[in-house]
């Protein structure tokens, strides 16, 4: 077996890629899907209580469509600025103070005395639903080798579409009960758990060797990616196969990286042969978030208006909400 650790020559693109798939990424993809779980739970949890809500009058139907739309809103602004500041302050700390922001902000939600504290929290709380969107899926392509890339995002997806079924029922069993304040209230707690985790997080995930790298901190990139290699020569019954040569740093590369990292303009995106990807991606996520976003946080209200009682809503809203971790697995 391969003791050697790969020499600081080379990228530390080139030495994730030679890793073995073990005990780390898998504990790694884990503590992710846990994030990804809690974003995907805040974002579909307002559907269920949207109902609730205006059934007992704490919002009209115009008030749950402002909701709506500053939670959406807030994702959107969060997405353009907090994301990219993963860029400038690290995946870790960006992924971890994402969690926060969105725990905290439906934490304070939960106890909204009116129907404007709570339209403004929604509003806070999307900011960081929608940076941690990008940062999950950042941190995870940079982590993991590209011979499994698909398959580690898909799982993450799995794990987060999961809390979709559980939002509903959490929602049907919690609604109707109140136990020092309304059920309602409660769901959103249980949303806000994601704080819970941050310390945990913060000392078991590392930052990405990537990013270190792109910033001129080779130091900090090396002693990550020698600590992985150490861990994975213990597990690994089978010798690391050398890292790309083609991945060996240059002189130029290296001032490069040390001044900062090149910095790539906007419109690279929109040039050959970016441009197609650029706009089938968009075209897909502005019809996602119609389609599928938009139509989950309106079932259980359209339901309500159509005669149905709130029970019932709910549990058309929980049958729907089944299916939604099938499309990872596919």
Excluded at 42 to 52: Q, R, V
Excluded at 173 to 193: K, Q, Y
């Amino acid at each position: 077996m391969n003791t050697e650790p790969a020499s600081t020559t080379y990228s530390a693109a080139a030495r994730l890629e030679r890793l073995p798939l073990g005990r780390f990424h898998r504990r790694f993809i884990v503590l992710v899907s846990l994030g990804c779980w809690f974003d995907v739970f805040d974002i579909f949890m307002m559907a269920y209580l949207g109902a609730a809500l205006q059934s007992s009058h704490f919002l009209t139907l115009t008030q749950f469509t402002d909701l709506i739309a500053a939670g959406f809103l807030g994702m959107f602004l969060g997405t353009i600025v907090l994301g990219a500041g993963s860029d400038s302050f690290g995946r870790r700390p960006a992924f971890i103070l994402m969690l926060l922001i969105y725990s905290l902000f439906s934490f304070a939600g939960a106890l909204a005395p009116s129907a404007r504290v709570l339209l403004v929290a929604r509003a806070l709380a999307g900011a960081g639903i929608g940076a941690e969107m990008v940062v999950i899926d950042t941190y995870v392509s940079e982590m993991v080798p590209r011979r499994a890339r698909g398959r580690y995002v898909a799982i993450t997806q799995l794990i987060g579409f999961a809390a979709i079924p559980i939002a509903a029922l959490l929602a049907r069993v919690l609604i109707p009960t109140h136990w020092l304040m309304a059920g309602w209230r409660w769901v959103m707690v249980i949303g806000s758990a994601g704080a819970l985790f941050a310390w945990f997080l913060r000392r078991s995930l590392p930052e990405s060797p990537r990013w270190l790298e792109a910033r001129g901190r080779a130091d900090e990139a090396a002693a990550i990616l020698e600590r992985l290699e150490r861990d994975t020569v213990k597990q690994s019954t089978r010798p690391s196969p050398q890292p790309a040569t083609r991945a060996i740093f240059d002189a130029a590369d290296t001032r490069e990286t040390a001044a900062g990292g090149r910095r790539v303009p906007f419109r690279e995106l929109w040039r050959p042969p970016y441009r197609g990807r650029t706009l089938m991606l968009t075209v897909f996520h502005l019809l996602q978030t119609v389609g599928f976003y938009g139509f989950a946080n309106w079932a259980p209200t359209f339901l309500l208006r159509q005669g149905h009682d709130l029970s019932t809503s709910l549990d058309y809203g929980f049958l729907i909400a089944l299916l939604s971790p099938v499309g990872p697995l596919l």
